[in-house]
């Protein structure tokens, strides 16, 4: 019989019983076909150790003193980190009443005492099988919306610098507002913040210059900007999971957004839109103190959100200039300079753009296909100390 701390390949069963002579059966059983095995006598202890350690399923007695199984079902299933285990109560009490109560509470499956051995084998290896297709779906699903939003962004950087700089000074504020506002869990509102200007591939370069560092702005330029969030919207409604964070960029333009959306996409709009606003100001040189000052003489925010921009400035790094040969280039380097064909005929790449592995890959495929020059110049970040 293996010991419960040697790694199985079958599973991690958490059982909770009272009764240490159930207690000591079901361990038992379990390790002696592979699976590892805690166990505890009451309800408690046993949240807190799924809590450190999420098992694959839960064996649960619903009799128990202090705290009935149903109520560590509904406890496990308001836990957001523990509400997707399986639950598979184990109890004496077998009317029709208890076993809806069970299922009611959470759980997916009721086996009465006294129990037959072969039958919570079949039940608990049915339940795991399904457990792990799920879990095996979900990371299938997570890898696939990654590499989703990782093409978008790569497609915002591809398409302009600029886009791709003020993205992230954009997702820079909004990681500063929902720190200070203490939002649990903001992975929508980063995700809208990384790809708020995903529907400005569609604008010519220089109205995206013109939006960010003129003052004066021609009624079409006006006109093409405020389509981009629909833009942005459409593209993102289209895969999966993202419906809200698609509804927080098409808001961001907008004050108020549709009254019948959710609380948290109407609060991820309106702090997307103080980021994009601030992000503007600071843009055009205005210090982040004094357009905080004007977003508030506006009065079209909400003075709690203002609150919480309060403080933040730009992150500030420290360059140094060199001159590389292309292939010494490296992701996170800044062009010191436009890079032109040998010619001088084709702009490659602005002064400015931050370099990605997409940037390095294109100016070693123009190097090699039309001519560039053999040294660049680029900013390199100064580590601390003043080494590199």
Not at 323 to 345: A, C, F, T, W, Y
């Amino acid at each position: 019989m293996p010991p419960t701390d040697v790694p199985s390949t079958e599973g991690n069963i958490l059982v909770v019983d009272d009764n240490p002579d159930n207690l000591r059966l079901l361990e038992q059983m379990l390790q002696h076909d592979g699976y590892r095995v805690r166990s505890f006598p009451g309800g408690r202890l046993a949240l807190t150790a799924a809590d450190l350690e999420p098992p694959d399923l839960i064996l649960l007695d619903v009799n128990m003193p202090q705290m009935n199984g149903y109520e560590v079902c509904e406890q496990l299933k308001s836990n957001p980190r523990l509400s997707g285990i399986p639950v598979v109560f184990l109890s004496a009490m077998d009317s029709l009443q208890d076993k809806i109560k069970g299922f009611q509470s959470g759980g997916l499956d009721y086996i009465s005492k006294p129990f037959q051995v072969e039958e919570v084998r079949a039940r608990l290896e049915t339940h795991i099988k399904l457990r792990r297709a799920q879990q095996a779906e979900h990371d299938l699903l997570e890898r696939t919306l990654g590499g989703t939003v990782g093409v978008l962004w790569d497609l915002v950087q591809l398409t302009s610098p600029l886009l791709a700089m003020r993205s992230q000074a954009i997702l820079d504020i909004v990681l500063w507002i929902t720190k200070r506002m203490q939002i649990q869990d903001p992975w929508q509102y980063e995700l809208a913040a990384r790809l708020s200007l995903v529907g400005c591939i569609t604008l010519p370069d220089e109205v995206i210059e013109r939006i960010y560092f003129s003052q004066s702005l021609t009624a079409e330029d006006q006109r093409m900007f405020q389509a981009h969030p629909e833009t942005g919207a459409r593209l993102l409604s289209k895969i999966p999971r993202l419906d809200a964070v698609a509804e927080i960029i098409r808001g961001q333009q907008k004050p108020e957004i549709h009254a019948s959306s959710s609380e948290d996409v109407k609060k991820g709009a309106q702090i997307l839109h103080v980021a994009l606003e601030m992000d503007r100001k600071i843009c055009r040189g205005i210090t982040p103190a004094f357009a905080l000052a004007e977003l508030r003489l506006s009065r079209r925010f909400d003075p709690n959100l203002l609150g919480a921009v309060d403080g933040y400035a730009p992150p500030v790094t420290d360059y140094e200039v060199r001159r590389l040969p292309i292939r010494d280039l490296h992701v996170g380097m800044v062009l010191e300079k436009n890079v032109l064909s040998k010619d001088g005929n084709l702009l490659i790449l602005k002064e400015g753009t931050v370099l990605t592995e997409i940037w390095i890959q294109r100016l070693e495929n123009f190097a090699k296909a039309r001519g560039a020059g053999d040294l660049l110049d680029v900013r390199i970040p100064k580590l601390a100390g003043g080494g590199e």
